[in-house]
């Protein structure tokens, strides 16, 4: 594996040094031992700060495994389980028809609350009381279980709030309680992040783009009503220190080698933790829904709280991988036929492509498939 290292290594490299990314960080587990962990370029464009290890990069939804992944931990501990209903632990949530609505509807896109008011700020996003109660009093899209659709913002604070109530913790003390400190990995892998701990971040940047990337996307396409314009993510959201400091579990903020650690911790053990047992995690990595999507219009397979599929590949065709891609590039995942875990931060935020991540996905792969 020393030979997968150096392979990735020099694409980092080559991506930086062509212009094509700006700062990256690659990280590789196979059966619970770190056998890459490869950093390229800077971390802060204006300063020439470089990239290390160390670096956490606010990653858009790569962060909704790391939120997904908060649950598993309590539904181990029994706190509650993936057929609670949601208004059981939440009493406001069961209105409109959303009264049957549970933990693995909410863990699936399924509860058909995807939507968010057209007028909606990213100041209000911070606003965790404003957001949980608009997602409460909602009417749903379609009854809870009936459909999937992504709940592209949504997903952090139905979810979050779920752990919330059964805890009475904000989701990232539980995240920093349940996985990030047992891991060792507490400045490394976070939801919200302390102000004081904001100037080891990454800075981003955005990416040139084809304005016509996006197609002719109508006025009342769903995606546009789940993540309306002015809350879409971008370079300068990412950078905002308010929303960094926030908790909002749709998105998170991570090292490479945090994330996969993770991950590698739901595959098996890792440094004597393991985050769930083997039956949970073959519950959880299992195809939950496979319908199409009511909010991207594309199949898209989905487990509990993670999507199904290895990115860049027919998601038929790798079932076993399951994770989450964020917007910008950056994504996460877990195999659970290689044992494989795997994670990309990038600091160049595109949004309407993933190709660095989806290159080094597939060296990794050939070279486990090869050893």
Known sequence: MSDLQKHVQTVLDELTESGAETGLQAAVYVDGELVVDAVSGVADPETGRPVTSDTPFWSASTGKGVTATVVHTLVEKGLFDYDTRIAELWPEFGVHGKENATVAHALTHSAGVPGLPGDITPDDLTDWDKMTSIVASAEPWWEPGTQTG?????????????????????????????????????????????????????????????????????????????????????????????????????????????????????????????????ERLEQISAVAVDDLD?????????????????????????????????????????????????????NRFNPTEASAFERVSEIVTQAVAGA
Request: charge should be negative; glycine fraction near 12%.
């Open 294 to 346: 009511q909010v991207v219009f594309a199949p898209s397979p989905k487990g509990l709280g993670y999507f199904l599929g290895r990115p860049g590949s027919d998601p038929q065709q790798t079932l076993n991988v399951f994770g989450a891609q964020g917007m910008g590039g950056s994504g996460a995942y877990a195999d659970t036929r290689t044992k494989v875990a795997f994670a990309l931060t990038k």
């Open 150 to 278: 992504y709940h592209a913002v949504t997903f952090g604070y139905l979810v979050g709030e779920i752990v919330r109530r059964a805890t009475g913790k904000p989701i990232s003390q539980v995240l920093l309680e349940e996985v990030s400190t047992p891991l060792g990995i507490s400045k490394e892998l976070y939801l919200g992040v302390p102000q004081a701990e904001q100037g080891l971040l990454a800075r981003l940047e955005d990416a040139p783009i084809d304005p016509a990337a996006f197609g002719d996307m109508p006025e009342d396409f769903p995606l546009l009503k789940a993540a309306p314009p002015a809350i879409m993510p971008s370079a300068s959201y990412g950078n905002r220190s308010d929303i960094l400091a926030s908790d909002i579990p749709a998105g998170g903020t991570m090292t490479a080698r945090g994330v996969a650690k993770m991950y590698a911790a739901l595959l098996g053990e890792v440094d004597g933790v393991r985050l769930v047992s083997q």
